[in-house]
C-alpha cells in the first residue's frame, strides 16, 4: 500500500473595522465609491495568500451649521460681527467650530438706521406761547426735542424760536369842546389816554395810545361905548 499524508493549512481571512469622522462636506473612498453621508461600508481586500481580507469602515459625518440672524442698529452704535466692530449696513460672517471640530457659519445681516437731526424756525408773539422741550416757552432761544423713529432711533428736532416785535406807539390829539374824535371805538369828547389795538402782518398786538386834550373855550366881554 502507498498512503499519502496531506497537510492542510487554512490561511487566515481578516476583517478590519476602521471609524471615520468627517465634516458635512467633506468626503472618503470607502465601498468601492467616494462617500459623503454617514454609514458602513465594506471593502474586500486580498491578503497576500489570496484569502478575502474585509475592511468595514464607520463613516460619520457631522453636521455642519450656518443661522443667519438680522441686527438692527441706530446710527452711532455699534456691533460686534465678521471679527471686527462694526458701525454700517451689510453682511458680516463669522465662523466657529463645533464640537466635532467642523465649521459653523453665523451670517449676520446689519441695518444701521439713520438718527435725523433737523432745525426748524418758529416766531410767537410777545405774550404768547410754544409747547419746545417739554414746556410752554416764551422766551426767543433754542429748544431741543428728542422724539423717537419709527425704527427705534433718535429724531432730534432744533426749534429756534423768535419774538416778533411789540409795536407801541403814543400819539397825542387836540380838539375843540363840542367836537370828537373817533377812538377807542367810539367817538371821544373827554379829554384822556385811548387804547386802540391793532394787528401787524405777522398777527400781533400793535398798540396805538393817543392822549386826547380839549381846547379851552374862551368868553371874553367887550365893552363899546357910542356917541
Sequence with gaps: ???ILTTLTIWPSYQDT???????????????GIQTTSGLYFDSLQTTNG???ILVTELTVHPVYRDTVYAE?????????????????GSYVDVYPTVENCDSTVVTILTVHPVYAETVQAEICPGDSLFLAGAYQTVAGAYVDTLNTVAGCDSIITTQLSLYPEYVRTFTASICPGDSLFLAGAYQ?????????????????????????????YQDTVYVALC
Design 189 to 217: 369828547t373827554v379829554a384822556d389816554t385811548y387804547t386802540d389795538s391793532l394787528t401787524t402782518i405777522n398777527g400781533c398786538d400793535s398798540v396805538i395810545l393817543t392822549t386826547l386834550t380839549i381846547w379851552p373855550s
Design 51 to 53: 484569502c478575502d481580507s
Design 73 to 89: 442698529l441706530c446710527t452711532g452704535e455699534s456691533i460686534t460681527a465678521g471679527g471686527g466692530v462694526q458701525t454700517t449696513s
Design 1 to 3: 500500500d502507498s498512503i
Design 18 to 32: 476602521v471609524y471615520v469622522a468627517l465634516c458635512e462636506g467633506g468626503s472618503i473612498t470607502a465601498g468601492g
